[in-house]
């Protein structure tokens, strides 16, 4: 039976395709009125209320946004980082830089270095050449310790026994032992076994050999072995053959029978009336409408929904054009038209008046008051504030540093004379020159039991 697939009439053919184009042409109009909606929308809406979204979250939140981050956040942040570098990080980073850095280098690492270097290097070294001198002697002195020790060990618990095993054991044992037995056994014992295993072989071995040899083994081949090979042969080996010839053929006949039984009918089943039936009434009927009907009908309307859908498009184009047409000339032009009024009369009548008065009030603030505050401050202003600063400020801060220097000087005279004073009033009371170095701590006052104070004690070497 052929396999390929024919050609299907005309009678398929063009029903299919009136039915497809009539059920396709509403899908495609839909669609296509679909698409030009969605469009629309995404040119007309979508995208303008994009833009103006995006434009209010730049002006609205971005923009503050930054100037905050800018302006307040950054600032405030640098402050605060600061603020809590000073409190919380600064205090440790000097405590760490000047503190814990200069007292473990000055006060531990260089000590421990310096101990090490001057003390603890040469004692080492020292106690190393004095270990070295005393193993020395001890390795000098303890092989000769070890010898003397082993020779002491050996004469105590080794050279007892093997004096007493080769002066005493062996002698025993070899000249009072082995020498007798064995001239005990050369001389007696050889030529009594010589005699004994003669008489021994003649009188048991030869008999018994000769039994073995002409009774028994005679005996058992012809009596037994001879007997049971002939009756193997002749006897049980035909009937062996016989028995299993008989099984085999009950075998066979039972094989058959069985086979007659439960077997052939089902085959003839299968053979003669499932497969005929499944092949010409089911799987020839089934491939037969698959490819004359079912293939044939399915590519069809695979071609006609093709065909249709490009179809269905040109008519909702033609659709769709008309209909831009109409709502072009009914609605759009009047609405371009007005559009165009407007734009002129706003571009005309607001536009260019407001545009006029923005310039006008430019030239105003720019002729009427930025030139003239521009020339009053480099006409007035600016000399002003250098003559102050060269002739009036500059002077009067000289006088007062001058002013200053020299109160400075005359604190320091006045000093100096009051400090000379005292020297001399303690010189006429004490009769001894008050030391002008260092000043040294003022001892506190003596309080009495009475409550009252006395002035501190002078020793009698500071009194001169």
């Not at 005679?218 to 037994?224: A, D, K, S, T």
């Not at 009371?429 to 009495?448: I, W």
């Amino acid at each position: 039976m052929s396999m390929e697939h024919p050609p299907p009439p005309a009678l398929i053919r063009v029903p299919v395709r009136i039915v497809v184009l009539v059920a396709v042409l509403p899908v495609r109009m839909a669609w296509d009125a679909l698409t030009a909606a969605g469009r629309l929308l995404d040119r007309a809406l979508l995208r303008p209320a994009g833009r103006a979204l995006r434009w209010l979250f730049e002006r609205a939140v971005a923009l503050p946004a930054r100037w905050l981050y800018r302006s307040v956040l950054t600032p405030t942040g640098r402050g605060l980082a600061w603020l809590l570098g000073a409190v919380f990080v600064w205090p440790w980073v000097g405590l760490w830089r000047y503190v814990v850095v200069p007292v473990a280098r000055y006060g531990i690492a260089v000590p421990a270095a310096w101990l090490y270097r001057t003390l603890l290097c040469p004692a080492g070294h020292g106690l190393l050449r004095a270990l070295a001198v005393a193993g020395e002697g001890v390795g000098r002195l303890l092989p000769r310790l070890g010898r003397g020790l082993v020779w002491l060990l050996g004469a105590v618990f080794v050279w007892p026994w093997v004096g007493l095993w080769r002066y005493v054991v062996v002698p025993v044992a070899r000249y009072g032992i082995a020498v007798p037995a064995a001239w005990l056994y050369r001389r007696a014992l050889a030529p009594l076994g010589t005699g004994s295993l003669f008489l021994l072989e003649k009188l048991l071995l030869v008999p018994l050999a000769a039994l073995f040899r002409y009774v028994l083994i005679p005996l058992l081949r012809y009596g037994v072995a001879v007997p049971a090979v002939r009756l193997g042969r002749h006897v049980l080996v035909p009937l062996g053959r016989g028995l299993g010839w008989s099984f085999r053929q009950a075998g066979r006949g039972l094989a058959w029978l069985l086979k007659a039984v439960f077997v052939w009918p089902w085959v003839g089943l299968w053979r003669y009336v499932v497969v005929p039936v499944a092949r010409y009434g089911v799987a020839v009927p089934v491939l037969w409408l698959w490819n004359r009907v079912l293939v044939p009908v399915g590519r069809e309307v695979r071609d006609a929904l093709a065909l249709c859908w490009r179809a269905a498009g040109f008519v909702s184009r033609a659709v769709g054009r008309g209909l831009k047409w109409l709502a072009w000339n009914l609605v759009g032009r009047p609405l371009v038209r007005v559009w165009r009024v407007l734009r002129w009369c706003g571009r005309n009548l607001v536009a260019r008046p407001l545009a006029q008065i923005w310039h006008g009030l430019r030239w105003c603030a720019r002729n009427l008051v930025a030139r003239p505050l521009a020339r009053v401050w480099a006409s007035v202003v600016r000399p002003a504030g250098r003559w102050i600063r060269d002739d009036v400020w500059a002077p009067a801060r000289r006088i007062t540093a001058e002013a200053g220097r020299a109160a400075r000087e005359a604190l320091a005279s006045a000093r100096a004379t009051v400090r000379e004073a005292r020297a001399d009033a303690w010189r006429a009371l004490v009769g001894a020159a008050r030391p002008t170095g260092p000043r040294e701590p003022v001892a506190a006052p003596v309080r009495t039991p009475l409550g009252t104070t006395s002035a501190p004690e002078v020793s009698l070497r500071k009194r001169g």
